[in-house]
């Protein structure tokens, strides 16, 4: 098949990285276009439209900064903007900037091969197109490939089953109905608090129980958005500053230099302050020193015991097997209230494990449950998922997935060596994945929208990581994560997820750099400044 058009710039995926990237782009004025598998943009916010699906970063610091005029314009109509309104604002910001012209959707993309001779990307999309690029961005996102769990039987189920993920458009009928909800991730959580007090019975089977702490959501009135308004930069500036991303900035008090009455009494402020205060704003010795954490654990699993009525149901929702903030945290709304409801019961599958899916429910070791719908809440392929999704084939025709096997290897998250003018936004290794996302990926957007532009004002037709600076990168990426407690996880953060074949407990994936933001953004600024020494530009 010939191919039918050639760009100076693929971009592949229109999410919130997607859509900031390409506009990026066009200002520059290169020829561009965007590749969406999707029938619309939105990426994380177009599919996971589950009940209870929003925010967990302040609103208005999830927000673009790129435009005055869109932060003015705007207006957050809650401080954890749920996924309906979350789609309005990214279609705003699409028409706003005339975005939709330079996108094409159905449009998924399932291999790529470089052409060392013509140094230029050859792709082909699914229906057998292809085009071709001199540069290709991946705008994939790190948690947009779901798996769905391995339970004998799935297909022979007869009434409604989907991941969260895949939440049909039309509306799904629960007021009577007796659902079931595997999984009590970030999103379980979130399900399951949601539609507690709307579906008739409600099962929820938990493999392992998460820490979770309160979201603390409220409105946003026309005053206080002028408020927000009006600090926008400084906003922005603090979440700059801070390891995560956020307005929260660690408290350096030092931990044992405090009683344990006024630690106390500090976390109860925290357990009050909205998002991931309890979390960012805490002491950073949390994070590395094993008796810090475990007092902060029992603390959590206190404020747990109070906000559950049954003694044998809180003890069966607290961890026994990961400290406190040492995997992805959850935050909700009245989740542990749901369990004190009369129609909502608790399936510890640690006693009593599913044995299948039958046509009119699950059966566990210990008995059957009918079931109207089922939901599944198991995760997804975290970070690395979507590229396993492509057939990517570097120089000398060497397969992504290959070189990727064991875990990933980059430069930065933004390139990999091997695979030249291949640039990534939130890919793996970079801060995209431990941080407020938004505002690690407008500074991975601005940094490879800087090399496009010096490579087209250069003449550069070939970039690629050297090997030594890329193998040095996942040095780094290794002691940040073997300082903190979190190198013990079983959560995502680490690549593990026990629907995905291959993904071992005890095997580690480092896919995240868990250095803070900031001195991350630093050497990424010291690179470009220095005329990108650790990179080949031919």
């Known amino acids: 098949m010939s191919e039918s058009e050639h760009h100076e710039v693929v971009v592949i995926g229109a999410g919130v990285a997607g859509i900031y990237q390409i506009k990026r782009l066009i200002d520059l004025g290169l020829d561009a276009v965007l590749l969406e598998a999707d029938d619309d943009l939105g ?60 996108m094409r959707f159905n449009a998924r993309v399932v291999a790529m091969a470089w052409d060392e001779e013509e140094r230029r990307w050859h792709l082909t999309l699914e229906g057998g197109e292809r085009l071709s690029a001199r540069f290709v961005i991946s705008c994939i996102g790190v948690l947009s490939v779901p798996t769905p769990p391995r339970y004998a039987g799935i297909e022979d189920f007869e009434g409604e089953a989907f991941h969260t993920y895949w939440w049909p458009k039309e509306p799904v009928p629960l007021e ?44 946003i009135s026309e005053e206080e958005m002028a408020e927000i308004r009006a600090r926008y930069d400084e906003i922005f500036a603090n979440c700059a500053q801070s390891p995560g991303g956020f307005e929260h900035v660690p408290d350096r008090r030092g931990f044992w230099n405090l009683t344990h009455e006024e630690r106390v009494a500090f976390w109860d402020e925290l357990y009050r302050r909205p998002g991931f205060a309890i979390l960012q704003a805490n002491f950073i010795e949390i994070f590395s020193d094993e008796a810090a954490n475990r007092e902060l654990s029992e603390y959590i699993a206190g404020r747990i015991r109070e906000r559950v009525d049954d003694p044998e149901i809180a003890e069966k929702l607290i961890p026994k097997d990961h400290g406190f903030g040492t995997q992805r945290l959850p935050l909700e709304t009245n989740y542990f209230e749901a369990y004190n409801r009369d129609n909502v019961h608790l399936v510890d599958l640690s006693e009593s494990p599913i044995e299948r899916i039958t046509r009119t429910g699950i059966q566990t070791s210990a008995e059957h449950y009918d079931l109207d719908v089922i939901v599944f809440a198991t995760g997804f392929n975290a970070i690395t998922g979507a590229f396993d999704h492509i057939d990517i084939r570097g120089r000398d025709g060497r397969e992504l997935a290959e070189k990727w096997r064991d875990g990933p290897s980059t430069w930065r998250g933004l390139l990999t060596h091997g695979f030249p003018n291949l640039l990534m936004v939130a890919g793996p290794q970079s801060v995209s994945g431990s941080t407020n996302y938004p505002r690690a990926i407008e500074n991975g957007v601005n940094w490879v929208t800087g090399l496009i532009a010096h490579a087209s004002d250069h003449g550069l037709t070939r970039i690629e990581a050297q090997p030594e600076a890329e193998q040095a990168w996942v040095e780094e990426v290794i002691r940040a994560h073997e300082r903190i407690l979190l190198r013990r996880s079983k959560g995502w953060f680490t690549g593990y997820n026990s629907n995905v074949e291959g993904h071992e407990a005890g095997k580690v994936r480092y896919q995240a750099y868990f250095g803070p933001a900031p001195k991350y953004v630093a050497t990424l600024e010291a690179q470009a400044a220095e005329g990108y020494p650790e990179l080949v530009l031919e």
């Open 43 to 102: 990426g994380t916010w177009y599919r996971n439209r589950y009940p209870g699906a929003r925010f967990d970063s302040e609103s208005y610091t999830y927000g673009y900064s790129f435009s005055q005029e869109l932060l003015d314009e705007w207006h957050w109509k809650e401080r954890f903007s749920p996924q309906p309104e979350n789609m309005r604002y990214l279609n705003y910001v699409a028409d706003k900037f005339d975005l939709r012209r330079h």
């Open 176 to 219: 009577g109905r007796r659902v079931g909800v595997i999984g009590t991730g970030a999103t379980g959580i979130q399900v399951i608090a949601e539609i507690a007090d709307k579906v008739g019975e409600l099962y929820v089977f938990q493999r392992r129980p998460n820490w979770s702490t309160p979201l603390n959501n409220a409105p």
